[in-house]
């Protein structure tokens, strides 16, 4: 009878992991098809490493048929879809916007655009001026540009409570690249009602951090390879290598940062930049590489974080 027992308390358990892991997948997806100047496009993502990495399909159809596709992985989940002309050369593009699954939200943008058969992507730049910047993008288009919208933070706003307004900026496409334009409006204060008394708050119970939490506070580039800097060992890490372009992604497990959100310039061993990311549970280190391929590379922790040194260089 015991026998039995745990065998049947093996496949409750079973069931009980798989059912959060369908869950997820049916959120963690994004199907929609747009239409423009007689162009459809077919978008749909699925999840590749839970909803962090999403594999995006994109099929475009002329008169019905199949005129060409294009796979691609994205960091963050798809969100909005859009076909514009943003170049004005009579043939339209497909505006990705997508987003983070951690609470701060950053957002990202993607333009495919078509050369002749085929399908190019071409991702929006990093933000114009990162102060005050915890994620919160808002996209849309105003006629040919494309309307970038972000809250501002001020020193010692909490997450999700900017007191500085918004901010927003303007973009255009050309000659296959995404380009900032302009800022629209200067920052906006957050109204406040003349005499109105004010009712004290309640106090702000904080969370303490565990002190065994890496929190990533550089990622830099030295003469033997490129160094992630914490202030506590990082005991458990996770790499995968990603295509289309060619990166490769790190997550560190229970880490934070306040390098989240940005990007950072390498220029050495094939390695463009670093583009740092909070997710849900984790932190995600992305290395974009120049090369089509990813230069070989090998990742060492150390007392001070993580090594990471490139073989040949």
């Known amino acids: ?58 099929s475009v159809r002329r008169g019905g048929k199949n005129f060409s ?10 969100d909005q879809a859009w076909a514009a002309d943003l170049d004005g050369d009579g043939r339209p593009e497909l505006l990705l916007a997508s987003k983070s699954t951690g609470s701060e939200a950053f957002g990202a943008l993607d333009v495919y655009s078509l050369d002749g058969n085929k399908v190019r992507r071409t991702s929006m730049p990093q933000m114009h001026d990162p102060n005050g910047y915890r994620g919160g993008d808002r996209f849309r288009l105003d006629g040919r540009q494309i309307i970038r919208t972000v809250p501002f933070y ?31 409006d200067e920052l906006t204060p957050v109204a406040k009602t003349p005499d109105e008394p004010t009712s004290p708050k309640p106090a702000v119970k904080s969370v303490p951090v565990r002190s065994a939490d890496p929190g990533i506070s550089a990622v830099v580039v030295t003469e033997t390879g490129i160094e992630i800097t914490s202030d506590n060992p990082i005991g458990k890490f996770k790499t995968m290598k990603l295509e289309k372009p060619e990166r490769i992604a790190i997550d560190i497990p229970g880490a934070s940062s306040v390098l989240a959100g940005r990007k950072l310039n390498m220029g050495k061993f094939g390695i463009s930049k670093a583009r740092v990311g909070l997710n849900k549970g984790f932190l995600r280190i992305v290395l974009d590489s120049t090369r089509s391929s990813f230069p070989k590379y090998t990742i060492t922790a150390t007392d001070t974080g993580l090594k990471i040194a490139f073989e040949g260089e």
Do not use: W
């Open 1 to 58: 009878m015991r026998h039995k027992i745990i065998i049947s308390a093996a496949a409750f358990l079973a069931l009980a992991v798989s059912m959060p892991s369908s869950a997820v997948a049916s959120v963690c997806s994004f199907k929609k098809t747009v239409h423009q100047s007689g162009t459809d496009f077919d978008i749909t993502s699925r999840p590749a490493a839970g909803c962090a990495v999403q594999i995006v399909d994109i």
């Open 69 to 78: 596709r294009f796979r691609t992985d994205v960091d963050y989940l798809a």
């Open 154 to 184: 001020k020193e010692g706003d909490a997450l999700g409570s900017p007191s500085g307004g918004n901010r927003s900026f303007k973009y255009d496409f050309k000659d296959g690249k995404i380009l900032f334009r302009e800022q629209l």
